[in-house]
């Protein structure tokens, strides 16, 4: 295979040896909290990664797209949430992947009026769907209070529809990113874990089993202290990591397992820049992490094996195709390579059809598809 040096640039780069043991440290956060990993494939959209994710495990993963549930079902993935908000378009979609691979996909919703008109398409396509209800703990993104009566309601109309079943309650603690202290991502873990408790209870008070009590982010993932009555947990930006996740504590820079090559294509020292042939496009624009750090710029520039950072420069802004270094750019070369780590893995990688694997050298070992879009 190719070394990196040989690659068309901007070219996406996974560090296999990085990946795995990101993996292996979720495997036994998981076993050490006695729950079931479903990780979620949102951030690596890649079966071969799925499949190292779920090694030793009954292979149960999360999707964020019908793209993504069709790609992993076709692959051989049969135990699928799709855990975004189902609306009853969707469905045909769904029943159709699962008529051809034989895959079971699980549903999500919050929402009477939704639970109705599901169970009704669901009851015209026939087959058995399992949907989960979804809570909030907090991140008022999505869901129902624990205690609210919409709750009972909703499973009473899914239990009822003839091609529905009740598979449980799923929380998401987004909110766990906007916490500074580990003791902080403890709280909302435990409020994320109460949350799901609570309204498994209240199902089970109205005769409904709910085999399925899921919670899940990468940051609660990894510091929840305790996850008593939880079934399973859904992280997954926790494969690759990032900036945003080792400024929440999450990683460190030693663990980001993904990168842009890229190389540079002007060089004027006389006006402090530099720039390279990744820009918004092949970066992404993410700068969610600004409201950790004001200052924060494109990605993390290192050297081209990306173990080394480039002092004194920052990647200061974006244009479709290019990135504008800044600072002190006089040892940079037009021609030479640099490496970006991203702001937000998930972002960043959206762009590439495939990664270029490595184990940490010089060397392409693989090359991994990616599935995008919807
Ligand atoms: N579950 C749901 C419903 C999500 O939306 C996400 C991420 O957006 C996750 C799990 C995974 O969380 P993280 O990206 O922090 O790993």
Not at 130 to 153: C, F, K, M, N, Y
Request: proline share 4%; glycine share 10%; with cysteine.
């Amino acid at each position: 295979m190719k070394a990196l040096n040989e690659l068309a640039t901007p070219a996406l780069i996974l560090d296999r040896t990085r990946l795995s043991a990101n993996l292996q440290r979720m495997h036994q956060r998981a076993a050490a909290l006695g729950v079931a990993l479903r990780p979620h494939m949102k951030t690596a959209k890649s079966a071969e990664v799925a499949r190292l994710a779920t090694q030793g495990q009954p292979g149960g993963i999360t999707v964020s797209t019908l793209a993504e549930a069709a790609y992993f079902a076709e692959r051989g993935f049969s135990d699928i949430t799709y855990a975004v908000g189902i609306v009853p378009s969707k469905l045909d979609v769904v029943a159709a992947i699962e008529r051809k691979t034989g895959a079971r996909i699980g549903l999500l919703l919050d929402d009477a009026g939704t639970a109705r008109a599901i169970a009704e398409r669901a009851a015209a396509l026939g087959g058995n769907h399992p949907v989960h209800i979804e809570i909030d703990t907090g991140q008022h993104r999505a869901g129902i209070a624990p205690d609210s009566s919409a709750l009972p309601e909703i499973a009473g109309i899914l239990a009822a529809g003839p091609a529905t079943e009740v598979a449980g309650v799923l929380a998401h603690a987004g909110h766990s990113y906007d916490c500074r202290t580990i003791a902080e991502i403890e709280t909302v873990a435990e409020a994320e874990r109460a949350g799901a408790v609570a309204a498994s209870e209240v199902l089970r008070e109205h005769g409904h089993p709910c085999p399925v009590v899921s919670v899940g982010s990468t940051p609660t993932a990894l510091h929840a202290g305790d996850l008593t009555g939880i079934t399973e947990m859904r992280p997954g930006v926790y494969m690759f990591g990032d900036r945003f996740q080792s400024a929440i504590l999450s990683c460190t820079p030693e663990d980001w397992a993904l990168s842009v090559l890229a190389t540079v294509i002007g060089c004027y020292p006389d006006r402090d820049l530099a720039l390279i042939d990744a820009g918004g496009l092949a970066l992404s624009q993410d700068r969610s992490m600004e409201a950790i750090d004001s200052t924060v710029s494109y990605g993390a520039l290192y050297d081209a094996t990306g173990r080394a950072p480039l002092e004194g420069v920052s990647l200061a802004t974006v244009n479709q195709e290019h990135g504008f270094i800044r600072g002190r750019v006089g040892t940079l070369k037009v021609g030479q390579r640099v490496r970006v780590y991203p702001n937000h893995a998930c972002m960043m990688a959206a762009m590439y059809k495939a990664y270029n694997v490595t184990d940490g050298a010089d060397e392409i070992v693989a090359e991994w598809d990616r599935v995008n879009r919807w």
